[in-house]
């Protein structure tokens, strides 16, 4: 049931790649730290672009210039592919962007900081933390979404690959009202398995994280969960008897080292990594893997307002329950021209363009009238000027 890409395999080592290009880590030298975090601190790349070849028109009309983005891990594997072999590769190769994947807290906290030249997150910008960005800028953050995609359980062992759970007994393990494969409620959901009596390692992420914001509010506002306590945010108190890992990459190195390691990622990072993962039953019943036909009737059904801001629940059908989206976040002023010139072509590029490799990755791209409205969002930076 499950499914790998040949470019998902590639992609890991673009990763590694763009890390060491980058001074980072790869997937082999996780986890950021956060002091890694702070690692762009003394670099001014939202307000000054006087470095010496920013502002340059390169040969055939490309834009030699420089970005620099921090946040979401959800992402990194669409950003990585969209930035080194799609753009930078084949449209613009005088471009040199960075993102860092530290994690959804992290990039929200660099660009209010304004420290970088855009921020990436599953979790939108509520609307307090808006009016606190206008009064540090002086204009408007913008923020548009720009892939869905799922999160799903993955197991460290193939023996539970397909197992069937619903929302109340995730909840339940990750709460530790279970803590066994064979517990009762785990059985009777999958009559036909006989289950081990093993323990339950559930691994969670330690980092401020978009991707625990999604899990959350799954688990917190759906309408079929029942019995969550620990509310939902990019970080909850999770208790005694779970371990964290710092970013997906965190999560997933948690789950391979630890028999019986049960912890939820990103649908991509579970292809690349081939991880054994449960169908998760929906709000009509049906158990589901995370694929990407399944993550693509969750976008669909979403309400999407013309700011932006939602959540994707209670989906039905043949769609994956635990479904979100990626956000980005750009400035309405404040930027050099070059900056900014670069900024609306490589986003709207990712939008208009970069759909087949999204797909690729396991991700959900927008669809036709969405990506209207996004470009309209993404025309608007440096628009306050």
């Excluded at 702070?38 to 307000?47: E, L, N, R, Y």
């Excluded at 109340?168 to 409620?185: K, L, M, Q, V």
Aim: proline share 4%.
């Amino acid at each position: 049931m499950r499914t790998t890409t040949r470019r998902a395999a590639a992609t890991l080592a673009a990763i590694a790649l763009l890390a060491a290009a980058c001074g980072g880590g790869g997937l082999d030298a996780e986890i950021p730290t956060a002091d890694d975090a702070q690692d762009t601190d003394d670099t001014d790349t939202s307000d000054d672009g006087d470095d010496g070849d920013d502002g340059d028109e390169a040969d055939g009309g490309t834009i030699a210039g420089d970005l620099v983005g921090a946040g979401a891990t959800f992402v990194n594997p669409v950003f990585v592919d969209w930035i080194l072999d799609g753009y930078q590769a084949t449209v613009n190769p005088d471009a040199n962007i960075n993102y860092q994947s530290i994690g959804s807290g992290g990039g929200i906290e660099q660009f209010l900081l304004e420290q970088v030249d855009f921020g990436a997150s599953e979790r939108y910008l509520r609307d307090d933390t808006l009016e606190e960005a206008r009064e540090t800028r002086g204009c408007d953050a913008i923020q548009f979404p720009i892939v869905f995609g799922s999160v799903t359980i993955a197991f460290h062992d193939e023996f539970y690959d397909g197992l069937i759970l619903d929302g109340t007994t995730i909840g339940d393990i990750f709460e530790r009202r279970i803590t066994n494969y064979n517990a009762p409620a785990i059985q009777a959901l999958n009559p036909d398995r006989e289950l081990r009596d093993e323990d339950i390692i559930p691994v969670h992420r330690s980092d401020g994280s978009g991707t625990t914001s999604v899990f959350t509010t799954y688990l917190d506002l759906d309408d079929e969960v029942e019995g969550w306590t620990l509310g939902n945010g990019t970080e909850v108190q999770w208790p005694s008897g779970t371990i964290g890992g710092q970013g997906n990459e965190g999560v997933a190195a948690a789950v391979q080292q630890n028999p019986g390691g049960l912890g939820y990622l990103n649908q991509a990072y579970v292809l690349e990594q081939g991880f054994p993962q449960a169908q998760v039953i929906n709000a009509d019943g049906n158990p589901v893997f995370a694929t990407l036909e399944a993550t693509t009737v969750g976008a669909e059904v979403a309400e999407i307002p013309d700011n932006f801001q939602f959540d994707i629940l209670n989906i039905g059908g043949d769609g994956f329950p635990i479904t979100g989206t990626a956000w980005v976040f750009v400035w309405e002023c404040g930027y050099d021209d070059t900056t900014a010139a670069l900024l609306k072509d490589f986003w709207s590029w990712a939008v208009t363009e970069g759909g087949p490799q999204a797909e690729a990755l396991g991700y959900a791209p927008l669809g036709p009238s969405l990506q209207e409205r996004v470009l309209d969002a993404i025309d608007r930076i440096n628009s306050a000027e």
